[in-house]
Every structure is written in structure tokens, then in C-alpha cells.
């Protein structure tokens, strides 16, 4: 990792962006507000909140399925949010592939492998000849750890491990830049949970691939992630380096977050108490907030007040992190 | 601790369905005595049979399958000021008679038991409420079912039941639909279900896999202090081993049909034995090194259509001896509380290390928990 984001080449780009839906009327809901953070090439950037807090809603977003009311994405430079042309918009969703929580609601299971693999191939006819189209379906499959022989079943026939494989399979086939990974161990097992994370990070090593991981679990993102954005209620609250979020996390929201964590120590879990955090009512004098920075590449959503407390608050946890250093 | 009395015994249960002319042996005979107030927890992969082996308690098991052995006798509650009838059994220590639940078939014969006795919260609390009838009615048709009490009654009993569960305004909520409600407040309702008819058994089936993080937490302090308050006995299957050191006093971990060690909690963290519970405690992602790969266990779970031959754990167990392909071990003793099925522990076996990620485990998450650590906390 190098250290310092200068250095670093922005390959997604959110500025402002916004996602709102109609809810009956001239209402609207805003599910995601003023989502602004740029990630790298070559990390993974985790987007983590519980249900509702509008994290799945801007990955959609960013692959063009719910548009922005407001703001802009930028994918290489170039603005790919609003309207935009057909080749771009074939661009896009090449080069920006998704995996998917339940891998058995993703697959067609009426379709053998082979055709699951392939779909993305057909579309962008990405292919000379049926030939080559086999020898990537079956690489893809290599990949991932499956066997050539799999692409005729079907995907009933597969564990719920071997499944997610085929949905990362369909994804890495298109050779994508970017993957949008929303929520892929969730309904995993322990023990394969395991076997997928591994393989999303061999993958990501031997591809140069960029991650946006959607999750809701900060065990398994400290594990995987470069940097973190916590997001609640739509708003983005922190963004930091994974190592920096776990260290001295400053918002309440994300302390809550931890808290929750469950260890596996059962004197250490007995004893712990998790933080429930409530949103206070908005005071309408308060002064706006917005995502400042409090340490370089540390980023908080505050206004003047908040900004003291959460200052006090990483004095106090870099004393700490001092003493035991 | 002996000195408790036990709930529930479960003996030999072997269970075996039906799929399309071929007998798929789902419980292996397991053996479990349950205590009274105690929290269990059985931990397991998908298909490892934790839920089927409980739904014998409640006699829901598929059409398809079958208790073919065993028994669980069911002991009901006798508490100190309730005494015996009169002129039948005095009182003697230890000389109580249970139903065997094994022997009940018809719906009917169950209907004092199920839901009455034994209750059980399921995973998915979409799936348990029924989405075009209001949450109030719901509970109510419990409590009318239950008890003979009038609709007033009734409807009172259930709005102090969803108070007590954490619905904030209850009395109107009542009359709210299912959709209303956020998730973790569904698995709210469906433990309000579960517990207005003052079950002495409340098994809960993976309640929080479903749900966040954070309302996971809640959820399981909510049944935590609901189970200090009403005094029941708990069974949490789960196959997150961070919850299991959160809820259990004692733990059994299943695999392949079988309970393959069991021990107090503390016993099963830091004492573990079984390969398969040292595979399972290290793949924790808690425990996980960045930018080193996490453990994971190879392999897929055995085939139950199959009989399993040796130690059912061998085929992924990369350090299995020889007599696992070929012999089933015993259950070895560890301690009073704490028992193995592995041959690690017979006395002429080579003697086998945990994994490293696991050595020391108090240590290390007292490390990652401590002040500086990476899950340090500070409640302010």
C-alpha cells in the first residue's frame, strides 16, 4: 500500500451524488445524500452500514441501476452518471461487473453453467469463434477453483460456496476493472466464507482488480478492506484506511458498529456491552455538517462542536495506541 | 453442578428421510441432556443436521423423515411451590417421569407440548408471521389457542408481551401488518409469539442470521434478559461462533449428523478438542491476519445417503490419522463437562496441536479488545 494519495490513481470517482425514489405524490425519499469519495485502483474500499443505511443503493448507483438525483460518478475520468451514450454505457457495464449476496437467486437455475458463465460473452460478443468462448468459460471456471467438467450442470447441483464461485466466475469473465461486490459471504456459511474471501483476494492480486465490498459485518471488512466508509441513514459518516478505522474510530455510529462485533472469547463476549446508537434529533441551530478531515486521509462527517469532541476523543486513542506502543 | 435438574434427554436419536426410494441417515445417534435454565448452544455448517436433531423435540420434522431409534423424554416443570397431587407420587429425588416426545404422533397429541412447552423462533421472521394479518392478531391467536382466556384478556396479555419485547408504543402498533415493521423488530414479534404462552424451551433457530450486526446484538440481549426474567431453557443453534461466546453456558458442536464434542463454553474456546472445532474456531474472519490468507477447512461435508465409516471429520481433516478412515471413535472425557469423539485423545494417539491461531485465544482478543487494540471500545 503506498502511503500517501497523491500518489494514487483515482479509478471511481462520487461527487455529491445523491439517490432519491418517489414514495407516492411529489414525495421522495432520500435514500442516499451527499455521497462524495474517490476510490483507488487496486484497493478495496469497503462500504459498510447496517439495512437501509443506503449502501446497496449507491453501488447500484454506481452501475447506472438507480440513477443520481443529484451529483456526478466518474469512472476513469469520465462521467458515466446521467445520460450518456451507448457505447459508454456498454463500457460501463463491462468494465464494472457485480456479485451478489445470495448466489442462488443470481443464478438462472434453469441454465447449465456453461450458459450461466457465458451470458455476459453472448451480449458483448466477446468471442471469435464457440472455440474460444469454451476455453474462457473454462479458464473462468479455473479461476475460481471450479473444474472445466462443472459447466455442464446445473446450479442446484453445486454447495452454496461453489455457487458464489460461479457468480465471481461470471463476473471475472467479462475481465472486468471494477467489481461491485454486494454483501458476497453473507448468506455463507462460516467455514466458506472463509474459501471466498480468499479467493476474492487472490483474484484482486493476480487481476489488478478494484473492490467496492458491500457489507454489513466490520469482522469481515477489517480482513479484507484497504479503506472504510461507514454509512448511516444514507449519510456517509466516516471514511478511513482500514487499519486507522479500527484504531481510533471517532464517529459514534461507527464505535457502535464495533461494539457490535461479536468476539470469540466467552469471558471477554460476556462482559461486553454493545452500543446502541441512536441518531439525535436534529437541532435545527446547530451549524451544518460535512465530511471534514481530522487526520489526513481520515475523514468524519461533523460540524465546529462535533469536530471539538471527536478531537478529544483521538487524543485520547492515540494516547492509548502510544502507551502500548 | 450435577446437582441440576435436567429438562430434557435426548437419547440415541437417529433420523433418517426419505428422498425419492433412498434413506438419507440425517441424525446419527446424538444424546443430550439438557438442564433447566441453562443456554445451549449447538454450533454447525449448513447440512450438519442442528436443526433437524431439534425439530424431534417438536415434532416437526418432514413429512419424509422419521425418528428411527432413540428417545427424548421431556420432564415438566416442577417448581418448589407446586406440589405434586395429592396422594400420588411423594416427592423423591430424582424419581420424576417424563413424555417420551418420540412417542407422540398426531398433531393433537403434540398440541400440549409444541408451542405450549416447547417453543422455537426461526431464522427468517418473514417467513414465520403471516403478511396480511395484523402483528396484534397474530398474538393473540396464540394466547387464545393456549390459555382460556377472554379477548380482552388476550389482547392485553399481547400488548404487554410486545412492550416487554422492546415495541415502543405498543398498545398502537397492535393493529400494524408485518410489512410495518423493520426486521429486527418481526424477530421481536415472533419471539413474543414464542414466549406468551410461558414455554419452559425456547429454541432458537439461527434468530439473528438474518438481521445486522448491530440488532443481532440486540436481539440476543433481549432473549438473554427475557430468559433471566421468565426462567426457561434455551437451545441457540447458530453457526457464528462469535455468538455462541456471547449466549451459551455449554456448547455442542455438530458435524456430519453427529455431536462431535461437547464441553462448558470456556471448555470449547479455549480448551477445544475435536479437529472439526479447531477448524471451525480458526476460520473466524476475527481472527483473520491481514494479507495472509484465512484458515478455511477443504472439502465439502459428507454425503448422509452413505454410511459414513471412521471419523465423519477425516476426509477434510489433513492431519487425520489412520484409524479415522477406518474406526469411529468413542466419546473421550476431558473433564466432567467436557467430552470429544476423536481419537486424538485415545492414549496411544500422537500427540496433535491445535492450530496456532487459536493457541493462546484469551490472550490475543484480550489484546484485540484491550485499550489500543483493534476492537477496543471505550463506553462513554
Redesign the interface.
Known sequence: MSTTNNEREVILSVRHVDVAFDVGGKKKFKAVSDANFDIYRGETFALVG???SGKTTLGRAVIRINPCSAGEIFFNGERISGKISRQQDRDVIRNIQMIFQDPAASLNERATIEYCISEGLYNFHLYKDNEERIAKVDKALEDVGLLPEHKSRYPHEF??GQRQRVGIARAMIMEPQFIIADEPISAL???????V??LM?KLKKEKNLTYLFIA?????V??IADRIAVIHLGKIVEIAE?ETL??YPVHPYT????????????????Q??????TKEEDDPNASPREMREIRPGHFVYANDEDMVAFEERLK??ES??A??A | MDERRIVLSAKDIEVKFRVRENYLTAIRNVSLDLYEGETFAIVGESGSGKSVFTKTFTGMLESNGRVTNGSVIFYGKRTQNETAPEGEQPAEGGAEEGIDLVQLKSDKDWEGIRGAKIATVFQDPMTSLNPIRTIGSQIVEVIEKHQKVSKQEAKQQAIDMMARVGIPNAADRFDEYPFQYSGGMRQRIVIAIALCCHPEILICDEPTTALDVTIQAQIIKLIKDLQKELGFTTIYITHDLGVVAKVADRVGVMYGGQIVEYGTVEEIFYDPKHPYTWALLSSLPQLGIKGEDLYYITGTPPSLFNKIVGDSFAPRNPKALKIDFAKEPPFFRVSDTHYAKTWLLDPRAPSVEKPEVIQNLHEKIEQMTGKGGAFYVDDE
Do not use: C, T, W
Request: aromatic content about 8%.
Open positions: 447496517e439495512s437501509g454447495s452454496g456459511d462460516v467455514s466458506i466464507r472463509a474459501q474471501l480468499n483476494n454489513h459485518d466490520l469482522s469481515v477489517r480482513f482500514s479500527f484504531k464505535v457502535s458498529l464495533l461494539s457490535a462485533v461479536p468476539m470469540p472469547d466467552p469471558i471477554i463476549e460476556k461486553r456491552e454493545s452500543i446502541v446508537y485520547k486513542l492509548y495506541h502507551e502500548q
